[in-house]
């Protein structure tokens, strides 16, 4: 059983940064992708960053220039700066790993105006 688990949501103000990172556990042999995705209240689940299989990545356009996203082994990292009220979401780790989707339990992010 492949388990996600993420940390260092929190409150921060507009302008300021912080720091996700998400761990990966369990059998694992292969990981196709790794990445971050929020939801905000009343909103779908959207991409923020991925780190595909071959170390290339995509962005929101919303977060480019503003969000880094690496991956180390089965850890992935995102941080992000010049946070905007905006980006206030649950963040989510998502994974694909031996071709099988997992999610972690989510992190609230908070910006203040």
């Known amino acids: 059983q492949v388990q996600l688990v993420e940390s260092g949501g929190g409150l921060v103000q507009a302008g300021g940064s912080l720091r996700l990172s998400c761990a990966a556990s369990?059998?694992?042999?292969?990981?196709?992708?790794m990445g971050w995705y929020r939801q905000a209240p009343g909103k779908q689940r959207e991409l923020v960053a991925v780190v595909t299989s071959s170390r290339g990545t995509n962005y929101a356009d919303s977060v480019k220039g503003r969000f880094t996203i690496a991956r180390d082994n089965a850890n992935v990292f995102l941080q992000m700066n010049s946070l905007k009220p905006e980006d206030t979401a649950v963040y989510y780790c998502g994974a694909t790993i031996m071709f099988r989707d997992y999610w972690g339990q989510g992190t609230q992010v908070t910006v203040s105006s």
């Open positions: 369990g059998i694992i042999l292969s990981i196709n992708s």
